[in-house]
């Protein structure tokens, strides 16, 4: 009999998402389509009622002909409730990682399976919660896509959804139909749309993207990186995960397009007012360092003005003097970033232009989706906090407030609850104008002398490891990464940091120390109680090595 | 009721005699209980059988018109002690509810149902909950079958043969005066297909008839010496007469008779998997024309034994396949045999996973085992899910890294009003410096064991979190211990069990009762406590004035729990009183998917229509955000998300408001209350704006742009033509 194997099966379809992703609409099109081409249809899921953004599986079978027509001992075909590892014809996975699962469970496999995925992410609460970078490789999601299926559709189908103000499913369905892998026409595939008669027309215009989309090919994963000892210019990267999508790829490519011009026509990525800063950048530093330093320099004259940028400069050139010839010039490079971001702390002057900023208004409203001309207010979520002020003002003064109980009071009443500033609105955009008016005070701050102390006692240690261990004084300067948040959080950033820089210099010497406090600093970066820190420290005391920190539990 | 119409599955409940209906399995259930002429129906929400309750609710014409009664049971108990109507009259009824959890709470009434037998067919239909998917402990509802002796219907997972089964679990109730559970598997609940419909039936007697024309017989009520009765009648009546009804009406069936000497025993839900499984092996195919004689048992109990003895007469081995555990069904079947004399090999729990959903890959292996040893050259195929792990033909040879698929548990909704209730309760700990034992219930609010609460320490079952926390409360204890409730919980029976158990023993407990408006988790049903009027029931009960009426006397409610600050004093207020007695706050805000299921289409018709409407979503500035994620971890929104940092300097990926974003305004909230970070910023987007709008706008525009030209030109000096 052998009707199985050669050939007498429903095509099985089974799609994993996330609930209140619209799978269950999805997952009725295709029986919908399957009905009207004569295919005995089912399909059955397991969605709890209301248990949002799980992940769940919509499974479908589709058995060509109808009824037995013989003497047989049913009368419909006995379709199965689960995707059968290995039997699967159609994966539709709603996102990156769904696909990746869809490849683990077996649905996916490379002797029979069409994937369709979505490139997009929709990131889990683990990779989230990071106070670093949590997220997976997305690469190896791509590669195992890839590698899982026998064709692999693949596009951010969200994004295209989201142009056509639609949902994903209605995108995924069209790159069903455009996939080929179900023996309907296309007319079919849009029949189903109409007849369930909701939002039709975005739908359709979803539809019809996706089936284009699936005429493309698939993202190819990017070759593994070379490795940082080869020479050659630094591999850009963002974040941890390589680029996967158009968008990031582009980054990439922009950045590449960058640095070769921070070495052909500097000045170009600068303003009228920082020419000679430009000039000095090409005069002093390796060139793979120049386009990082010409960031810096934008920032830290917008930040401050020139002179600031001046001493940028001038500290970061005190790596540049014991930079490695003719390598990538990471120490420069990874000063260059680090210290522009230092020296660019975020007070409330700072936050208050970030907020004014023209371009700024603009990207909100990009992202509010307004039309040109529609109206928008923005109203933005203060909360300052007394030591914050106190921070902002002139030395002696904010002594004064710091330590005045009459004005902690009078400004914790009014801040207590936080604040609702409308920048929209003549009044709010002037408060959060005339604080930003505030910047020349700044270098007389409180907090202003105690950063740059900071810096410099950072920026000493760094050099001193530099004399003896090039990689140690890297991560040193990399150290700044966990100076991040504000209040409390930036409260527990400075204490990480302190106990890295005094590992630091208790390591300096060891032949580990570089990869010893990379470590300590992935620890530090893990949680926001510190346990993870102390406990990779008690680690290190007690002599064991360091164990290399395990995906977040 | 769930703002949420069920009109069209309505429609279908009226298609007539001769016609095809399409849906799912559940709906065909309901129409099957109008066409086998039922009198009354009740029962109580929960997956997967939810969408029963919900149809039959939006049916109320319908049911008029039959003279069927309907109602929304308080609780299982409820729904099964409803049968009681048809103990002493010829009324068909049935009620339904989620099993394991509903048949534990229904038990008691079910025990006394069954002690005294029924006149009028009563159906009990179990929407059970096992496996994948599944929101409860792992239990059978064969338990409960057993111990109360109803008989239990297991019909394969089609949809035919689950509307036969409506009806034959009717005749079969009245055949042998037993209550029937029907099983419905959780898949086959959301199974898609189509049958062929019969009229509604009028019941011959309606419940009017019935109060109408009272009686009574003393026999029927459960107290000695009726119970004693009771009891032998059991064996002696009725388990004979179900016996000669499933014979002889063939509920069982047989398949393959004759073709081999090896024979494979299946409960009737589990027969789709088994047939996939032989298809896979090549011994049978997409019609079931099995080559192994095959017996479906779609009346898992009880089991016939002449017919289990007719059916391995003529075989060397039988394989059984029945899921989950303990195995009751093999244990049975060893007794017949033995008890027969009968020398057959019994596998079962020995080739198969002893508990856990039977998957087609399991069932698969196991039959490979099977006929491998009994009927070697039947075996055609061998499917790949066979191949060892190691093999790169295996569906299972590693082809992801297990560390890039991270798990992804269901979390609460965008917009949920109760993220704002654990972000406060997360940071009035924090304020007080001390954690606290939670003593967490069912519904939603569960969700706030995982990230980023965790919150709450043991579940006891749905209205129990009161309950849960009773022997954590300590006289001499530095804090108090917290439970947390719903308000469907709180009805269904936490008022009494949690609260009325807290007063009377005095606990110095803080019950927190999340109230959203509808038992939310089943899907939005209505209770006392919900807000919106109500045609068919009585709403508008606050919890408060019911735990002030059983002896509270520190209550507190809060009407926005989106004010995350306000709630956070209240929640270290309650914490820190020092008066005695249980403290119970009731945090209100209505479910936000039932929110947006009916604010949706309004905005956008109002929009439509040219009136002015503001469309509020929140954004993160990600030049201001520094990359902490702090705020996910005090919130956990699915909106809130993390994207590629724009910044070239920057590494760490900044935080980010997808467009899902409903503006529920939690993210703004919690910067504030927990002083987190100036980067949250809400847009105000409005349509149709009025002409007070636009001068504003006007006037506004100006002083912005007379302001910001100092500041773009003095950017513009440092700043790149084109800003990278």
Partial sequence: ?553 | MAERSFAHEVRKLRTGAGDTLSGEGILAVTKALLQSGVAYVGGYQGAPISHLMDVLGDAHEILEELGVYFENSASEATAAAMLAASVNYPLRGAVTFKSTVGTNVASDALANLSSGGVRGGALVIVGEDYGEGSSIMQERSHAFAMKSQMWLLDPRPNIEAIVNAVEAGFELSEASSTPVMLQLRLRSCHLYGSFTAKDNVRPPMTVKDAVENPSRQLDRIVLPPASFLHEKEKIEDRWPAAVEYITSHGLNEVLGAGTSDVGIIVQGGVYNTLNRAMELLGVSDAYGNTQVPTYVMNVTYPVVDAEILDFVADKRAVLLLEEGQPDYIEQNLNAILRRAGSDVALHGKDLLPVAGEYTATVVTQALHAFLSKYLPGTVAERPALLLPHSDPGSPFAPRVEASVVRTRPPGLCTGCPERPIFSALKLAEKETGKKHHVSADIGCHLFAINEPFNLGATTMGYGLGSAGAAALNSKDADRRTVAVMGDGGFWHNGLTSGVGNAVFNQSDQLLLVVDNAYSAATGGQDVLSSRADSALRSTKHPIEKAVRGIGVTWARTVTNTYKIGELKDLFVKALTTKEPGPKVIVAQSECQLNKQRREKPQRAKAIKEGKRVVKERFGVDADTCTGDHACIRVSGCPSLSIKANPDPMRTDPVATVLDSCVGCGVCGANAHAASLCPSFYRSDLVFNPTWRDRTLAWLRARWIGALSLGVERRADRFEPAEVN
Wanted: charged fraction near 20%; proline fraction near 5%; hydrophobic fraction near 45%.
């Fill in chain 1, 1 to 553: 009999m052998s009707s199985w194997s050669s050939g007498r099966r429903p095509i099985t379809i089974a799609i994993l998402a996330m609930g209140g992703e619209g799978g269950g609409v999805l997952a009725d099109w295709i029986v919908a389509v399957g009905e009207n081409a004569g295919y005995h249809s089912q399909n059955t899921s397991v969605a709890g009622v209301a248990q949002r953004t799980g992940a769940t599986v919509y499974y479908v079978e589709l058995y060509p002909g109808g009824r037995s027509q013989g003497d047989d001992v049913r009368r419909e075909p006995v379709l199965s409730l689960f995707p059968t590892p290995g039997e699967v014809d159609i994966v539709i996975a709603s996102e990156l990682m769904e696909a990746g699962r869809a490849i683990q469970r077996g649905f996916s496999t490379p002797d029979r399976t069409t994937l369709i995925a979505s490139t997009n992410r929709v990131y889990s609460m683990d990779e989230k919660l990071a106070l670093g970078d949590g997220r997976v490789d997305s690469n190896t999601l791509l590669e195992a896509a890839h590698a899982g299926a026998k064709h692999f559709i693949g596009a951010d189908f969200m994004e295209l959804a989201l142009a056509a103000r639609s949902v994903i499913s209605a995108s995924l369905f069209g790159a069903l139909a455009g996939s080929g892998a179900l023996p309907f026409d296309r007319t079919g595939f849009e029949d189903a749309i109409r007849a369930s008669g909701k939002g039709v027309d975005a739908s359709l215009a979803a539809f019809a993207a996706g089936y284009d989309a699936a005429q493309r090919p698939a993202p190819l994963p990017l070759p593994a990186a070379p490795t940082p000892a080869s020479g050659g210019p630094v591999a850009v990267t963002i974040g941890l995960s390589r680029p996967v999508d158009p968008a990031e790829e582009a980054a990439t490519a922009a950045e590449k397009r960058r640095e070769e011009q921070a070495v052909r026509d500097p000045g170009a990525l600068v303003g009228a007012a920082l020419q000679h800063a430009a000039a000095r950048v090409t005069a002093d530093f390796p060139a793979p360092a120049r386009s990082m330093l010409l960031h810096g320099v934008v920032r830290t004259a917008v930040y401050q003005d020139t002179r600031y940028t001046d001493a940028y400069l001038d500290r970061v050139a005190r790596f540049a003097a014991v930079e490695r010839p003719d390598g990538p010039a990471r120490l420069t490079t990874e000063a260059a970033r680090h210290i522009a971001l230092w020296m660019c702390y975020q007070d409330t002057i700072q936050v208050a232009q970030q907020k004014i900023r023209r371009r700024r208004l603009d990207g909100v409203r990009t992202e509010a989706k307004a039309a040109p001309g529609q109206l928008l207010n923005v109203r933005e979520y203060l909360h300052p906090q007394v030591e914050e002020i106190a921070d902002t003002l002139p030395t002696a003064l904010g002594r004064w407030v710091a330590g005045s109980a009459w004005f902690g009071k009078a400004v914790g009443r009014l801040t207590r609850n936080g604040m609702i500033v409308n920048t929209t609105g003549i009044i709010g955009f002037t408060m959060l104008w005339a604080m930003a008016m505030f910047r020349p005070l700044r270098p007389r701050s409180l907090r202003f002398g105690r950063e740059q102390a900071a810096i410099d006692a950072w920026l000493d240690q760094a050099l001193a490891a530099a004399a003896i261990d090039y990689d140690l004084a890297c991560e040193i300067v990399e150290c700044q990464r966990v100076l991040k948040g504000y209040g409390a959080t930036h409260q527990h950033g400075t204490e990480s940091f302190a106990i890295l820089l005094a590992e630091a210099a208790a390591l300096a010497g060891r032949p580990d120390a570089a990869a010893t406090l990379v470590r300590l600093r992935d620890a530090a970066l893990a949680d926001e109680d510190g346990s993870a820190l102390q406990q990779a420290r008690a680690e290190l005391a007690s002599g064991a090595p360091v164990p290399e920190l395990s995906p977040v539990a």
